[in-house]
């Protein structure tokens, strides 16, 4: 419904109905405006309106959409028939299609041979030849972290829950949090740093020796119950675990893989080329 609002506004305000010719394939969009051998077409106005805008709004957006477009449109006609020489943009297009279509092409065929080809051997294979680049910039942690407000009941029970890391303490505070929480995360089974976590609670200034001296951390402010177990902790300087840098290794593995794959893949096709004589070069005539 909306879209057709549009579609009848903008052709009321700018009665341009000249675009639509029998002989040109318009491959099932709506033609709305043409201008020389453009054509801008109803679809393409209506996909650059956002959704749940009204449709007085709609129709100013169309409006300037369309002027701009045609603004465009006119300008390019213009310098398309006042350049001296067309030879050299030409072929600046042609070199610039010949590389877009190349590097789709190997993105393609890379993403088909090398990405899903990273081993789990080959990360931890990497990591254990490296792990001296694999140093940790800032503190990370593993844990658990939990917002109550003061008013929420069980209070008590939360004390004795984020300090337990077994699956039934876990459970308890899940199902509590989900009905009092106004923050919650668990996360045991990944690294968060430290210094993002520190933000959430109310003392900005909490010693990290604190942290990885006490492992439980309990504080309040006038509303709310601040509550961070720490279950594993790693200091700035120190080699950060497989399971962390694992996402950047095999970031680096797919690098190397696609430099290799592109050159053994020109490699081939030179050498069959060169088999099939489909390279030809040709002698200075003047020689």
């Not at 801008?40 to 007085?56: F, H, M, N, R, T």
């Not at 603004?71 to 877009?100: F, H, M, Q, S």
């Not at 010693?207 to 990885?212: D, S």
Request: aromatic content about 10%; overall charge negative; charged content about 30%.
């Amino acid at each position: 419904m909306r879209n057709t609002c549009i579609y009848t506004l903008v052709c009321l305000l700018l009665q341009l109905s000249y675009g639509c010719t029998e002989t040109v394939d318009h491959r099932g969009k709506t033609p709305l405006v043409q201008v020389g051998k453009n054509f801008l077409y109803k679809e393409d106005v209506v996909s650059a309106i956002p959704p749940g805008v009204s449709l007085k709004d709609s129709a100013h957006m169309a409006d300037r959409y369309i002027k701009n477009w045609i603004d465009d449109a006119l300008l390019y006609i213009k310098a398309e028939g006042n350049i001296p020489d067309n030879a050299e943009i030409d072929e600046l297009v042609r070199d610039y299609r010949k590389t877009l279509i190349t590097h789709s092409y190997i993105e393609q065929i890379v993403s088909q041979e090398v990405e899903g080809n990273i081993s789990d051997s080959e990360i931890e294979e990497y990591y254990n030849s490296n792990k001296e680049i694999f140093i940790a910039r800032e503190p990370y942690i593993k844990g658990l972290y939990i917002k109550v407000p003061k008013s929420a009941s069980g209070i008590s029970q939360v004390r004795h829950w984020y300090k337990d890391s077994s699956e039934r303490a876990v459970d308890n505070l899940e199902k509590y949090g989900l009905r009092n929480a106004v923050d919650y995360e668990y996360f045991y089974d990944r690294w968060r740093s430290l210094n993002e976590m520190l933000l959430r609670l109310p003392v900005k200034d909490v010693e990290k020796g604190r942290i990885k001296k006490e492992k439980n951390i309990e504080l309040s402010d006038s509303a709310f119950h601040y509550f961070l177990h720490v279950k594993e902790f790693i200091d700035e300087g120190e080699i950060l675990p497989l399971e962390y840098a694992g996402k950047e290794i095999k970031e680096i593995l797919m690098n190397k893989k696609r430099v290799e794959f592109i050159t053994r893949m020109k490699e081939d096709l030179y050498n069959e080329a060169s088999e099939n004589n489909d390279i030809k070069y040709f002698n200075d005539s003047n020689e």
